[in-house]
């Protein structure tokens, strides 16, 4: 209805107005009504420090002003090129550039205006500080183009960018806006103050952001803006793709329509609403930001269908909201998928509490956390996949008449539900994808695990099919068709970061057809996770083995190098051992080479084990390797990950003995000396050549009770038979190895 109404004012407008007219732009030109005007092309230079306009347009109707092939220059940022107020029936198109002032265009009290064609940029831009969103007309920040109070403008195929605003709206209804380039400002793509019913689509709003920080920057603003439709724009890379707020204003309905834009890489938020009523999120990207959804507040908000994949925070996060509805999203790969939580109360909201959510038949897979519900009552989580989450659903708090029943749990690492709450949970009918209800049992934490937290009633359950069981790791762990998933941690900085990707490498590699490689743009704490192929469950059975082995390679150019790095092996019951190891040692010397690493499972320097809960070598299902750089970027590759007994299965001809183990014989580029768990002290390591000259000589010093692996690097060395000799406080060894 929109378009019709502003298609018959046009042509009611054409009929009523005086022959074309080329004429040069003058400076303080009022526009009679029913003018139609060509402005000659050229460049004009028109300072206006008085702010009264160059074109005025006041008080007047029917009226088209043409600037093709006309570039108008003002100074200073100041002033406007053009003014129109208390007017109808206007058209301005076509020019070239307008730059330089506050605002290219000013806008007021007036309807049925037409702004199409131009190039309204480089006004008035800042490009440091905080902006205060709730200031009015009297404090916009400058731009491309300024209305107040009007109504049935249609603004289309224009551009404004490099200034704060592109375009700017205050108190106005029934705005038009589409196909416009308004990226790269440092405000506003589209700023909403009391503005309502407007249509919004097919604009270009990326990178609308301060250059030195978010500083509450956003592609579209709705600050108290109502029944709103906001379709097809790309809102990337903003400080906030879409930013809707509503405080003190929640009484009054907002009921707007996000839908089908794209507001991914959002150094704050792709989506932030607060304290807001009725609005609706369908099919958009919101993706690889800080958080996906920030709704804090808000209530009667329907999420359907939209991807939320990669967020550095959370995939979709609400503090203290009420009847939200969560349904039919992708939610993958954030530290935690739903976020829900009642916090310290903000007035004269502090009464408001976390109640009454509906999550619907969501695909939430590869969190750290699928959903994780804090002082939140009446919850319903039914018919989702819950899939291969590090936790899968967690409790925490008041939890009354909350109810997890008709979702596919998939492959927890540790717990499918963990109720952390006093209350009971009342979780039947849910598919845990086997029947082994020992194994499920132990994925269930509640007062079974902790007398303190409420029960979970999980039976009737409905059964899986019976998995394939490994209880034998694979010759390799890091080969297809074993599935890899990376856990994201939280990262608190703000800042654009590239997704997270775990992806085979059959390039490079070092044993095998492939290795596993994690990029991520975040770095902060990544967890890469092992599970078997298919739908096989990991028990292994490793207390026949006492090392893992593997290499490991890397890149990081952030010139800090890495923070921190450990392996963790774990069952299905939440316990598991963790080998922790200065990433200075393991990891920083990987970069841009591949190192070969043997990890004693009883830790051994410079791995230190840690034993949580309750786990054992007999039944371990899954095993993790963690890298972190606290913020920044990395790259990094494992591959030949196997477990191994001294002696077996490290080369068919490895040398044992009963004091050292050296393997692999022959050797290319490393040599391995397993010291045994009998060798103490201080020791020395001798390697001699065929001619009786010393190569390599190390003091070593070693902890009784425990084995530990040396590593030679023998990469330099020329082939031949070489001596190794090692030297004990009671006894020395012998060995001779090949070098190839």
Same mark, same amino acid.
């Given at each position: 209805?929109?378009?019709?109404?502003?298609?018959?004012?046009?042509?009611?407008?054409?009929?009523?107005?005086?022959?074309?007219?080329?004429?040069?732009?003058?400076?303080?030109?009022?526009?009679?009504?029913?003018?139609?005007?060509?402005?000659?092309?050229?460049?004009?230079?028109?300072?206006?420090?008085?702010?009264?306009?160059?074109?005025?347009?006041?008080?007047?109707?029917?009226?088209?002003?043409?600037?093709?092939?006309?570039?108008?220059?003002?100074?200073?940022?100041?002033? +406007?090129?053009?003014?129109?107020?208390?007017?109808?029936?206007?058209?301005?198109?076509?020019?070239?550039?307008?730059?330089?002032?506050?605002?290219?265009?000013?806008?007021?009290?007036?309807?049925?205006?037409?702004?199409?064609?131009?190039?309204?940029?480089?006004?008035?831009?800042?490009?440091?500080?905080?902006?205060?969103?709730?200031?009015?007309?009297?404090?916009?920040?400058?731009?491309?183009?300024?209305?107040?109070?009007?109504?049935?403008?249609?603004?289309?195929?224009?551009?404004?960018?490099?200034?704060?605003?592109?375009?700017?709206?205050?108190?106005?209804?029934?705005?038009?806006?589409?196909?416009?380039?308004?990226?790269?400002?440092?405000?506003?793509?589209?700023?909403?103050?009391?503005?309502?019913?407007?249509?919004?689509?097919?604009?270009?709003?990326?990178?609308?952001?301060?250059?030195?920080?978010?500083?509450?920057?956003?592609?579209?603003?709705?600050?108290?803006? /109502?029944?709103?439709?906001?379709?097809?724009?790309?809102?990337?890379?903003?400080?906030?793709?879409?930013?809707?707020?509503?405080?003190?204003?929640?009484?009054?309905?907002?009921?707007?329509?996000?839908?089908?834009?794209?507001?991914?890489?959002?150094?704050? /938020?792709?989506?932030?609403?607060?304290?807001?009523?009725?609005?609706?999120?369908?099919?958009?990207?919101?993706?690889?930001?800080?958080?996906?959804?920030?709704?804090? +507040?808000?209530? /009667?908000?329907?999420?359907?269908?939209?991807?939320?994949?990669?967020?550095?925070?959370?995939?979709?996060?609400?503090?203290?909201?009420?009847?939200?509805?969560?349904?039919?999203?992708?939610?993958?790969?954030?530290?935690?998928?739903?976020?829900?939580?009642?916090?310290?109360?903000?007035?004269?909201?502090?009464?408001?509490?976390?109640?009454?959510?509906?999550?619907?038949?969501?695909?939430?897979?590869?969190?750290?956390?699928?959903?994780?519900?804090?002082?939140?009552?009446?919850?319903?989580?039914?018919?989702?996949?819950?899939?291969?989450?590090?936790?899968?659903?967690?409790?925490?708090?008041?939890?009354?008449?909350?109810?997890?029943?008709?979702?596919?749990?998939?492959?927890?690492?540790?717990?499918?539900?963990?109720?952390?709450?006093?209350?009971?949970?009342?979780?039947?009918?849910?598919?845990?994808?086997?029947?082994?209800?020992?194994?499920?049992?132990?994925?269930?934490?509640?007062?079974?695990?902790?007398?303190?937290?409420?029960?979970?009633?999980?039976?009737?359950?409905?059964?899986?099919?019976?998995?394939?069981?490994?209880?034998?790791?694979?010759?390799?762990?890091?080969?297809?068709?074993?599935?890899?998933?990376?856990?994201?941690?939280?990262?608190?900085?703000?800042?654009?970061?590239?997704?997270?990707?775990?992806?085979?490498?059959?390039?490079?590699?070092?044993?095998?057809?492939?290795?596993?490689?994690?990029?991520?743009?975040?770095?902060?704490?990544?967890?890469?996770?092992?599970?078997?192929?298919?739908?096989?469950?990991?028990?292994?059975?490793?207390?026949?083995?006492?090392?893992?082995?593997?290499?490991?390679?890397?890149? /990081?150019?952030?010139?800090?190098?890495?923070?921190?790095?450990?392996?963790?092996?774990?069952?299905?019951?939440?316990?598991?051992?963790?080998?922790?190891?200065?990433?200075?040692?393991?990891?920083?010397?990987?970069?841009?080479?591949?190192?070969?690493?043997?990890?004693?499972?009883?830790?051994?320097?410079?791995?230190?084990?840690?034993?949580?809960?309750?786990?054992?070598?007999?039944?371990?299902?899954?095993?993790?390797?963690?890298?972190?750089?606290?913020?920044?970027?990395?790259?990094?590759?494992?591959?030949?990950?196997?477990?191994?007994?001294?002696?077996?299965?490290?080369?068919?001809?490895?040398?044992?003995?009963?004091?050292?183990?050296?393997?692999?014989?022959?050797?290319?580029?490393?040599?391995?000396?397993?010291?045994?768990?009998?060798?103490?002290?201080?020791?020395?390591?001798?390697?001699?050549?065929?001619?009786?000259?010393?190569?390599?000589?190390?003091?070593?010093?070693?902890?009784?009770?425990?084995?530990?692996?040396?590593?030679?690097?023998?990469?330099?060395?020329?082939?031949?038979?070489?001596?190794?000799?090692?030297?004990?406080?009671?006894?020395?060894?012998?060995?001779?190895?090949?070098?190839?």
């Amino acid at each position: 209805m929109k378009n019709i109404i502003v298609i018959l004012s046009g042509l009611f407008l054409y009929s009523s107005l005086s022959a074309q007219q080329y004429i040069p732009l003058q400076d303080n030109w009022d526009i009679p009504s029913g003018s139609w005007y060509n402005i000659i092309g050229g460049t004009y230079n028109f300072p206006d420090p008085e702010k009264d306009g160059v074109i005025r347009i006041i008080n007047k109707h029917n009226i088209i002003i043409d600037g093709d092939s006309v570039t108008v220059n003002g100074a200073d940022d100041q002033g +406007y090129m053009a003014i129109i107020e208390n007017s109808h029936d206007i058209i301005i198109r076509n020019f070239e550039m307008v730059k330089d002032y506050y605002y290219a265009v000013k806008i007021k009290n007036s309807h049925n205006i037409i702004i199409n064609g131009n190039v309204f940029s480089h006004n008035k831009k800042d490009t440091t500080g905080w902006i205060s969103i709730w200031t009015g007309v009297n404090s916009a920040l400058g731009g491309g183009v300024l209305m107040d109070q009007c109504r049935a403008v249609e603004v289309f195929d224009n551009t404004m960018q490099q200034q704060n605003d592109g375009v700017a709206m205050y108190d106005c209804d029934s705005i038009h806006i589409h196909d416009n380039i308004l990226n790269w400002n440092t405000g506003f793509g589209i700023r909403m103050n009391f503005t309502d019913s407007c249509y919004i689509h097919h604009n270009v709003c990326s990178h609308v952001n301060r250059e030195t920080d978010p500083s509450d920057c956003a592609a579209i603003l709705l600050i108290v803006s /109502n029944e709103n439709t906001v379709v097809h724009n790309d809102f990337t890379y903003s400080g906030d793709g879409i930013f809707l707020g509503q405080y003190e204003y929640s009484s009054i309905p907002n009921n707007n329509y996000f839908a089908y834009n794209d507001c991914s890489y959002s150094p704050h /938020n792709a989506i932030e609403a607060t304290f807001a009523d009725g609005n609706v999120y369908k099919h958009n990207l919101c993706n690889y930001s800080h958080y996906g959804f920030w709704l804090g +507040y808000s209530f /009667n908000s329907l999420v359907d269908s939209n991807e939320v994949i990669g967020n550095q925070h959370s995939g979709i996060a609400i503090d203290r909201g009420y009847n939200n509805t969560i349904t039919h999203n992708i939610i993958n790969e954030n530290p935690t998928g739903i976020e829900l939580w009642e916090g310290d109360g903000i007035p004269p909201y502090q009464n408001q509490y976390s109640h009454d959510y509906q999550i619907l038949g969501n695909t939430i897979q590869g969190n750290t956390i699928a959903i994780s519900a804090k002082k939140t009552e009446g919850l319903i989580v039914k018919h989702n996949d819950i899939l291969e989450n590090r936790n899968g659903i967690y409790i925490e708090g008041e939890a009354q008449h909350d109810t997890i029943t008709g979702n596919l749990f998939k492959r927890s690492t540790f717990y499918h539900i963990e109720n952390r709450s006093t209350q009971e949970i009342y979780a039947v009918a849910n598919d845990f994808g086997l029947n082994d209800e020992d194994v499920i049992a132990c994925n269930i934490y509640d007062i079974h695990d902790n007398s303190s937290v409420g029960e979970v009633i999980w039976h009737p359950f409905t059964p899986g099919p019976d998995p394939a069981w490994q209880h034998i790791p694979v010759s390799d762990l890091a080969e297809p068709p074993a599935v890899w998933f990376s856990y994201p941690e939280a990262c608190w900085s703000y800042g654009l970061w590239e997704p997270t990707i775990t992806s085979w490498d059959t390039v490079n590699k070092k044993e095998g057809n492939a290795s596993i490689h994690l990029s991520t743009g975040n770095g902060w704490d990544l967890g890469m996770l092992y599970r078997p192929g298919g739908d096989s469950i990991a028990s292994w059975a490793l207390h026949e083995t006492d090392t893992l082995f593997l290499w490991i390679r890397s890149v /990081n150019n952030t010139g800090y190098g890495f923070q921190y790095c450990n392996f963790i092996l774990g069952n299905d019951c939440g316990g598991y051992y963790k080998y922790t190891a200065s990433a200075g040692t393991i990891l920083n010397p990987t970069m841009n080479q591949w190192k070969h690493y043997a990890i004693p499972l009883t830790g051994a320097s410079p791995w230190s084990r840690t034993i949580f809960g309750n786990v054992s070598f007999s039944d371990i299902s899954f095993l993790e390797f963690h890298a972190d750089t606290w913020e920044y970027g990395f790259e990094l590759w494992l591959d030949g990950i196997h477990f191994s007994s001294p002696g077996v299965g490290i080369g068919d001809n490895a040398i044992k003995d009963p004091g050292i183990t050296v393997f692999p014989n022959p050797a290319h580029d490393r040599i391995n000396l397993l010291l045994n768990e009998n060798l103490e002290g201080k020791s020395e390591i001798a390697v001699y050549n065929s001619f009786g000259k010393t190569v390599y000589n190390r003091q070593i010093t070693k902890t009784a009770g425990s084995p530990m692996i040396h590593e030679i690097d023998v990469s330099n060395w020329p082939a031949g038979m070489y001596v190794i000799r090692a030297m004990g406080k009671n006894a020395s060894w012998n060995i001779k190895v090949l070098v190839k």
